[in-house]
């Protein structure tokens, strides 16, 4: 396969984005707000708890926001951990609970307190010469869980009890930081419908594609990475894939990939679902499928 004919079938898939797909997606609750400053704070915590099956995150979020009112960005400045710790007492998603969503929502209030807004806040250990955000995501996390937590927690360490650190990992670690580089492909990319364009301080060309088992899967049959770990090596290799397509913006094929497993139902083993997938002649598993059905 040659990258140009592979360019094409990308830039047709991402012309296929829809409304539908955006609606069973986390991004879908930012764009309920006009205002950038609210559609930060949305951001931050959408995806923070994009993790696990779909419809579970889409409850998770929707009892968040319900109760967080019209604006996220005056709810998170007045916050008070005592009372948000009643409110949000049976909170569960996984394996965070009350606390931790407390704790997200008193680090926002910090990060905003401290810096103006999340954007500056990130900013302040960001390098815009680096080729991309390895080492700002890093300083970031690291950042993220110094701040003062004594309210949330009534100790300066986090209790072993608490999964509040899961919601801050960092490449220093391997991890694949999907829900991070989601993030900061929302907000940093231009926006274009799909994607909210709210920070400028980010090149696009620095982001990290979020690896999911969608982005995983799907990657790996079109050759962008033959890692089977989804970690941050992989991330950074499928990501240099897509760089070769368009250096400036590789991950504006995120969210198309994506949703052919999450809203189009790609497997990699239903064959009436490879044959219907517009990525198909460029697919190797099409053809994989298609000999294995011919054997049976």
């Not at 995120?254 to 139902?265: K, M, P, R, T, V």
């Amino acid at each position: 396969m040659h990258d140009l004919p592979i360019k094409a079938v990308l830039d047709r898939l991402c012309a296929t984005r829809s409304p539908r797909q955006l609606a069973n997606d986390p991004l879908s609750f930012c764009h309920r707000y006009r205002d950038p400053l609210d559609r930060e704070v949305a951001a931050v915590i959408s995806s923070a708890f994009a993790y696990g099956a779909v419809g579970i995150i889409l409850r998770t979020l929707e009892s968040i926001f319900d109760h967080m009112g019209p604006s996220p960005r005056r709810y998170v400045e007045c916050f008070q951990p005592e009372r948000g710790l009643r409110d949000f007492n049976a909170f569960k998603h996984r394996f965070n609970d009350g606390r931790d969503l407390c704790a997200l929502l008193w680090c926002i209030r910090l990060m905003i307190r401290e810096a103006g807004n999340v954007e500056e806040f990130f900013l302040r250990g960001h390098d815009d010469s680096a080729p991309d955000v390895t080492e700002s995501l890093n300083r970031y996390s690291t950042a993220a869980l110094a701040l003062d937590y004594s309210p949330l927690f009534g100790q300066e360490s986090f209790p072993k009890s608490s999964s509040f650190p899961f919601l801050f990992p960092a490449p220093h670690s391997g991890s694949a930081c999907k829900r991070l580089c989601m993030f900061l492909r929302w907000v940093a990319r231009p926006a274009d419908g799909i994607d909210l364009g709210i920070w400028r301080g980010i090149s696009p060309s620095q982001l990290i594609i979020p690896v999911d088992t969608h982005i995983q899967r799907i990657c790996g049959y079109l050759g962008f990475s033959g890692r089977r770990s989804a970690d941050w090596r992989t991330a950074r290799e499928i990501t240099a894939a897509l760089r070769r397509l368009d250096p400036f913006d590789p991950v504006r094929y995120d969210f198309a990939l994506a949703h052919l497993g999450i809203s189009e139902g790609c497997n990699g083993v239903d064959p009436a679902a490879c044959a219907a997938c517009p990525i198909a002649g460029i697919c190797p598993q099409q053809g994989a499928i298609t000999t294995i059905r011919k054997g049976l």
